[in-house]
């Protein structure tokens, strides 16, 4: 019997539980983008023992997550959408079919299995463009893209447009913690370079840092980008993993270790004398730098994704238990450990960009919370 979306109920998306998607081990992982409100590109990743022939899709349009969406699920076979790439990934590019709805849900299940995955796709973000690789169209569905990799910015359909694009060399600053009453200022400041592009022109970066695109005409839709390193989203040298390691530091920590004239000796001292053990330095060194790359992987706008709130939250606290999306904020749900507190984190959305953006609602009844996870960290006590 073969799986069908028909036999389910109701489904109310701001109800669905969302944590699978920053789960590490959940068996699929999807990032996705929507172009011009109608095209929806899509990278789908396996792991785990899940195949793509058992993986079925659907989508439903809504203009509220809180509308119950009953039995109006369309299944599509992404199979005839596919683009070529290597290994336990697939890339998919389809267009739906209603062009005037605020979201798009994508329900994905696995035949034979109760399981099912729901992704919401904001169409109020969608960008008219997309980056894609400059020697086939396949798009870069990350915020990010490698150096020296040569790329175009591509519209639907072939279509032809210019573009502004504003190239910004400067480091962004972390995040705050969650207790602090002031918020970092984004502003990108003074651009480096400024100059117009066309679409099928191919641009070839040399230097790391952030691009902002404007489409000609439409200065107020902004999107951007980080031009990377190769080894991005992993962190390749001690300076990267100092500054990554921020929030742990005390003032005085950090002072000393980003003057050193051997950071790598004094961030092996800084470990060891606080756990006490290169056992429990190591462990602690290896899991906080893969939280780290999966921060960067998840989350990376216009900046790391380790120095965004989303990053912040989830390298000191970890993958949460429960994930909410609503109209406008997600919530993180944490639930009581022998270590800490039920915690609730809630981050909104921030209007303005075609990238989703999302600040947290800082709180001092945090802090408490706050300083015990680092402790933890610090005393290589962390429950992993």
Excluded at 145 to 152: A, D, G, I
Aim: hydrophobic letters at 40%.
């Amino acid at each position: 019997m073969g799986f069908s979306y028909t036999a389910h109920g109701q489904i109310v998306a701001s109800a669905a539980n969302l944590s699978y998607q920053l789960n590490p081990n959940a068996d699929l992982h999807i990032t996705h983008k929507a172009i011009a409100n109608y095209l929806i590109m899509m990278e789908v990743e396996v792991r785990n023992e899940t195949s793509f022939n058992s993986l079925v899709y659907a989508y439903a349009f809504t203009n509220s997550l809180n509308t119950p969406i009953i039995n109006d699920f369309a299944e599509v076979n992404l199979a005839k959408f596919e683009l070529p790439i290597p290994e336990n990934k697939r890339i998919y590019v389809f267009e739906s079919a209603k062009k005037n709805a605020n979201y798009l849900i994508l329900r994905i299940g696995i035949k034979g299995s109760d399981a099912h995955f729901t992704y919401i796709i904001n169409l109020n973000v969608s960008a008219s463009f997309f980056i894609s690789k400059a020697e086939l169209p396949i798009p870069f569905l990350a915020n990010y893209v490698p150096v020296n990799t040569p790329f175009k910015i591509a519209k639907p359909a072939g279509a032809h447009s210019n573009f502004s694009l504003r190239f910004y060399p400067k480091k962004f600053k972390p995040s705050l913690p969650p207790m602090a009453n002031i918020k970092r200022d984004k502003s990108f400041g003074q651009a480096d370079t400024t100059f117009i592009i066309a679409t099928d022109s191919t641009l070839l970066p040399h230097k790391e840092g952030m691009y902002s695109i404007f489409e000609e005409g439409n200065e107020k839709a902004i999107s951007f980008f980080k031009i990377s390193n190769k080894n991005y989203p992993q962190l390749s040298s001690i300076r990267e993993i100092i500054d990554a390691s921020i929030f742990l530091f005390t003032k005085k920590e950090k002072d000393k270790l980003t003057t050193s004239s051997n950071p790598k000796k004094d961030y092996d001292a800084f470990w060891l004398k606080n756990t006490n053990s290169a056992e429990k330095a190591g462990k602690m060194i290896a899991a906080y730098f893969k939280r780290v790359k999966e921060a960067n992987a998840m989350f990376t706008t216009y900046k790391e994704g380790w120095k965004t709130d989303m990053g912040m939250i989830y390298i000191i606290f970890g993958p949460p238990g429960k994930v909410f999306r609503n109209e406008g904020s997600v919530e993180w749900v944490y639930n009581k450990t022998y270590e800490l507190p039920n915690l609730n984190f809630k981050f909104y959305l921030k209007g303005g960009e075609t990238s989703e953006v999302f600040e947290l609602e800082r709180n001092i009844t945090y802090q408490n919370s706050w300083f015990r996870a680092i402790d933890l960290w610090r005393k290589g006590k962390k429950n992993l």
